[in-house]
């Protein structure tokens, strides 16, 4: 079983940037799919960016030119940078890994709350 848990959510004004982190149970990335996903109440969970196990790595169009996702499999923990935030990115933001072979279990986290507000 795979422990996934974000952080670096908070509150933020518009246009201001935030790093966020995922950080799992020691897993080697090279065989984990990984994603950061984003929710709103109400709404159905959106992709953000995903990484293949081989470290492909796309993003959600609308979103491209603002965030910068990577991974660190020494630290265990893959990031994701929004920059210029709008109030319209304000949602849970979570993390999944799934192992790279078919039918594998999705592991997610918990969650961690971004608030973009004047």
């Known amino acids: 079983q795979v422990q996934l848990v974000e952080s670096g959510g908070g509150l933020v004004q518009p246009g201001g940037s935030l790093r966020l982190s995922c950080t799992t149970s020691?897993?080697?990335?090279?065989?984990?799919?990984m994603a950061w996903y984003r929710q709103e109440p109400g709404n159905e969970r959106e992709l953000v960016a995903y990484f293949t196990s081989g470290g492909q790595l796309t993003y959600r169009s609308s979103m491209k030119d603002r965030v910068t996702a990577s991974r660190d499999n020494a630290a265990n923990t893959m990031y994701l940078q929004i920059d210029n935030l709008k109030r319209e990115d304000t949602a849970v933001y979570l993390c999944?890994?799934?192992?790279?072979?078919?039918?594998?279990?999705?592991?997610w986290g918990q969650g961690t709350q971004v608030t973009v507000s004047a």
């Open positions: 999944n890994a799934r192992y790279f072979r078919e039918g594998s279990t999705v592991y």
């Open positions: 020691p897993i080697d990335f090279n065989y984990y799919n």
